[in-house]
């Protein structure tokens, strides 16, 4: 039968909890009972002053926002914003009610320029969820999975500088041939001298982001670039990554990673990686 609604109750007046309207299943309950972000503020504490200034936004409130914009998918901070200001579960897991006025978008840019650029902030922090998770049993790092990815970068590619550069020496080559000479030694032979010589070569940098690497993948892609290497367990934890730009090969990353994912969380017994982090 078709019913109609004889009035709306849009200006209705009810006294109910904030509480009450988040649905025991979200996900950001079961964040909220499995994490105690307060040792944030241990993290942070020297980047505020404790006797002098305006009160500052709450810094997990500035973190738990980041927690929504990625877990849910939005692509700013600007748009964030708008969906924390509507959404009756947002506001519940940044502990802020019906009445009070969301932090504005730049807030969180401001204060990441000015306290927390060139800090390991969020890699703490995400290395402090880890070893949570990793206490209940739920990561594996005896094996690492190890791959990389390339992320366009925001430049154009037809603005660009080229430069001379100095080819890097692999992290193992020293090794390597501290490890022959002691071969040769056991054998009757004569140590080879380290060879030191200096290789360069031409490659395109960005003026508009430098940092990024000229990334071709073939003739018609060709593009300025970001290689994100992530290492993982078996069940799809994250146990470490490094950023890199486009241009830098994936075998010049594999012991960076490793070595990384070993102080971090452990020593892998067994590390797969496909053919590109081949070394000789």
Known sequence: MLSKREEERRNQLEVVALDELVPEDHLVRKIDQAIDFDFVYDLVKDHYSSDNGRPSVDPVVLIKMVLIQYLFGIRSMRQTIKEIETNVAYRWFIGYGFSEK????STFGKNYVRRFHDTDLFEQIFYRILREAMKKGLVDPSI????????????????????????????????LHEEINVDREEHGKKPLPLQNKEEK????????????????????????????????????????????????????????????????????????????????
């Open 102 to 105: 969301i932090p504005h978008f």
């Open 144 to 175: 690492a999975f190890i791959d990389s990815t390339h992320v366009k970068a925001n430049a154009n590619k037809k603005k660009l500088e080229k430069k001379i550069v100095r080819v890097e020496t692999r992290s193992y080559q020293n090794l």
């Open 201 to 280: 070569k031409e490659i395109k940098v960005s003026t508009t982001d430098p940092e990024s690497g000229y990334y071709v993948k073939d003739e018609r892609e060709k593009f300025f670039a970001y290689s994100f290497h992530t290492a993982c367990d078996s069940k799809g934890f994250i146990l470490g990554t490094l950023v890199t730009g486009g241009n830098v090969h994936d075998s010049r990353m594999l012991d960076s990673l490793v070595s990384k994912v070993t102080k971090k969380v452990g020593k892998p017994n067994v590390v797969a990686v496909d053919a590109g982090y081949k070394t000789p």
